[in-house]
């Protein structure tokens, strides 16, 4: 019993770039020996290499961004892909939820459906005859189980398949993003039967976005990063070493696409008498930084330059939009009554948020500079974009400063 | 070698599985005639419906002179029937069952074997009817017939190698469907079903020799029309000819199998 549930070596896959694209080769394209692909960039590697071994009994997460190979190594260990290369073996009987309700038609009867599908399983008529029972209990479809599947709703569906899946009875499950089938009680339901799986020290694989999940239930995580075991470990420490990593990544693309200085959707009008030459937004201590977590401090800082003395007062102005363009906060100097008296022909302006409530999100950033009479020198629109990040869901827009008192 | 190794373990696989092509099987079959009226009577009214059109422009219009002839015609349509339906419906069974192929795991090979199997079914179950005609046409078939399931198995090996070579082969080339259909009208029309062997000029008889199907229409006819034994040196190599259809129809599938999964 000390042998591993899964073994892999040194597999890799690589998936054709025509079938990416899903083209095919139809008869003409094959007799004229048009070649749609160069030959060298046809291949993209998926997964490269990995190596690893899951031991019986357990369960082990497997975290990772959107296309980093996932759900594709998940359907190597099913058997629905093969390997380029390298050796895949699975001692004990699979089954995964991967895809539910595999082979449903939706003309059969979900009583006619379960039969079809738990056969597709490996299950035999005799073992669904007397599972049949519990698994439609289970799916909560004893009102439905003999109407056709078209008229079930996706849940239902869903649900079916799912239950159907988990009384395969397997010895390895895989599961793949499935936890959040159906509505809340049956969400109880499934969690469960995972409880049980584990508990019966069955070995359970899944791929999952659910961090918490990760982190309830599984003996140990492994993150892949594009196409290769990045690190593996107690699941703990494995998912804050992803979260750091897809932190910093985000901040790169945010910045790449919201760089200083480029307009965003933006428009840009006045007459530039006094011209906002760069927006920066910075941290406490003067870093540029375009993601903050909450309550952190946050300093736009304007930086201008006067092409023509005005003859009125001169009034700095910003304003921070959600995406959805409703305005959280806006301001001005002329608002709060503080005086500018323009020395110097260049100059910059801080407008320095001590702690940044904002809830999690992305929001938009207006700086304007105008006249007391609100004619326009130089206005930027939506120019700057930053984030705020937070581990507390709440919603809104700002999170206000409070406690809970409790009487109970 | 190693095709033969292969061709035995997936003989095997299928073996294993043989409680799933059943039930695709059933499945299939129920769902043909699934909310139709007259239901499962189509699968006899079909060929019947066929025959009957056969039976008016030839005897009626064209005048073949011929002794009972649109049951002559029956039995040499029935088992086509059984082959064309197969391969026309076989040709797209894994690329129609993109869901099956990517959602779960089983030898692909089923897929095509059952499309071969719900016709199969079908086609015995018309028997019946032809054995009614025949009876009314006062031609009855007598010892013949036990060579029948031989026949039936030589047919039935030379289909599903055909059906698997093509199955794989229109994931790639899926101007294959199309290609099959007009070869299929063109090959029905050189077999002598609708038309007795001696119809075909002389100097082309000589090729019915080298047309399977058309052998086998000789057969069928020779059992359940003319009440006589086929020739059993020719039905041993209809039957060596299919296994090594098989053989060669099992490898091209083999080697178009792996990338079933990505390329549907």
Redesign the interface.
């Known amino acids: 019993m000390s042998e591993a549930a899964i073994e892999l070596q040194h597999v890799s896959k690589r998936?054709?770039r025509t079938?990416l694209k899903s083209n095919?080769?139809?008869?003409?394209d094959?007799l004229l020996r048009k070649r749609r692909v160069p030959k060298k960039g046809r291949y993209i590697e998926v997964l490269n290499d990995i190596s690893l071994t899951v031991p019986r009994g357990k369960t082990i997460g497997i975290i990772g961004k959107n296309g980093s190979g996932k759900s594709t190594l998940l359907?190597l260990i099913?058997?629905?892909?093969?390997p380029d290369s390298g050796t895949i073996k699975v001692n004990g009987k699979l089954s995964s939820l991967?895809?539910l309700g595999?082979?449903f038609?939706p003309?059969?009867t979900g009583r006619?459906n379960v039969?079809?599908n738990g056969?597709?399983?490996g299950l035999?008529?005799q073992q669904i005859r007397e599972r049949f029972d519990q698994i439609v209990r289970f799916a909560e479809l004893e009102d439905f189980i003999d109407m056709p599947v078209r008229t079930y709703s996706s849940g239902m569906y869903m649900r079916l398949g799912f239950s159907v899946a988990v009384h395969v009875d397997p010895e390895i499950l895989l599961i793949d993003e499935v936890l959040a089938v159906g509505d809340e009680s049956f969400g109880h339901k499934c969690k469960e039967v995972i409880r049980q799986f584990r508990a019966a020290m069955k070995t359970i694989v899944m791929v999952t976005h659910d961090m918490s999940a990760v982190e309830k239930w599984c003996d140990e995580a492994i993150w892949l990063n594009k196409g290769e075991v990045a690190d593996r470990g107690e699941p703990r420490r494995i998912i804050d070493r992803y979260r750091e990593n897809v932190k910093e990544d985000e901040e790169k693309t945010f910045e790449a696409a919201h760089q200083v200085g480029t307009n965003l959707l933006g428009k840009r009008w006045g007459d530039r008498q006094i011209e906002i030459t760069k927006v920066r937004l910075l941290t406490r201590e003067g870093q540029e930084q375009s993601i903050y977590n909450l309550g952190e401090t946050t300093i736009i800082e304007i930086s201008y330059r006067v092409n023509e003395k005005p003859p009125q007062p001169v009034v700095f102005g910003v304003g921070i939009f959600t995406a959805d363009n409703i305005c959280c906060y806006g301001t001005n100097t002329d608002i709060e009554k503080i005086p500018i008296s323009l020395s110097r022909n260049e100059g910059r302006v801080r407008f320095i948020i001590e702690e940044n409530t904002l809830i999690e999100g992305t929001y938009f950033l207006d700086v304007a500079i105008h006249a007391e009479d609100g004619y326009p020198f130089d206005y930027l629109q939506h120019h700057t974009a930053f984030a705020i990040r937070s581990r507390v869901k709440d919603v809104g827009i700002c999170r206000l400063p409070h406690s809970w008192e409790m009487d109970t | 070698m190693a095709v033969l190794k292969t061709l035995a373990l997936d003989i095997r696989d299928l073996y294993r599985y043989r409680?799933?092509i059943w039930?695709?099987v059933v499945?299939e079959l129920?769902?043909r005639y699934?909310?139709s009226v007259l239901g499962f009577f189509w699968s006899f009214l079909n060929p019947l419906l066929l025959m009957a059109v056969y039976a008016l422009v030839f005897s009626v219009y064209m005048r073949i002179q011929m002794e009972h002839y649109p049951v002559f015609m029956f039995c040499g349509l029935l088992p086509w029937i059984w082959f064309s339906a197969s391969l026309l419906e076989g040709v797209n069974s894994i690329v129609g069952r993109g869901?099956?192929?990517?959602?779960?795991?089983?030898p692909p090979q089923i897929l095509p074997m059952v499309t071969l199997f719900s016709n199969l079914i079908n086609f015995l179950l018309s028997l019946p009817i032809l054995f009614i005609f025949l009876w009314a046409s006062h031609v009855i078939p007598g010892w013949p017939l036990i060579v029948l399931p031989a026949i039936l198995f030589a047919q039935f090996l030379f289909t599903l190698g055909l059906v698997l070579a093509l199955s794989a082969m229109n994931?790639?080339?899926?101007?294959?469907t199309h290609?099959l259909g007009n070869l299929l009208t063109l090959w029905f029309f050189v077999c002598p079903i609708i038309y007795p062997l001696k119809q075909i000029p002389e100097r082309f008889r000589f090729l019915v020799d080298f047309n399977p199907m058309a052998l086998l229409t000789l057969m069928y006819q020779d059992v359940f029309f003319y009440n006589r034994f086929p020739n059993i040196k020719v039905l041993g190599g209809l039957i060596a000819l299919g296994i090594i259809v098989i053989v060669v129809g099992n490898a091209i599938f083999n080697t178009y199998r792996?990338?079933f999964?990505?390329?549907i």
Do not use: C, N, Q, W
Request: net charge positive.
């Open positions: 998936f054709k079938v095919y080769v139809t008869l003409k094959f359907k099913a058997g629905i892909y093969r991967i895809e595999a082979g038609h003309e059969f006619e039969y079809i056969i597709l399983l035999t008529k | 409680a799933l039930t695709l499945k129920k769902l699934r909310g869901d099956l192929i990517t959602k779960a795991f089983f994931v790639h080339f899926r101007d294959l290609i792996e990338s999964a990505e390329d």
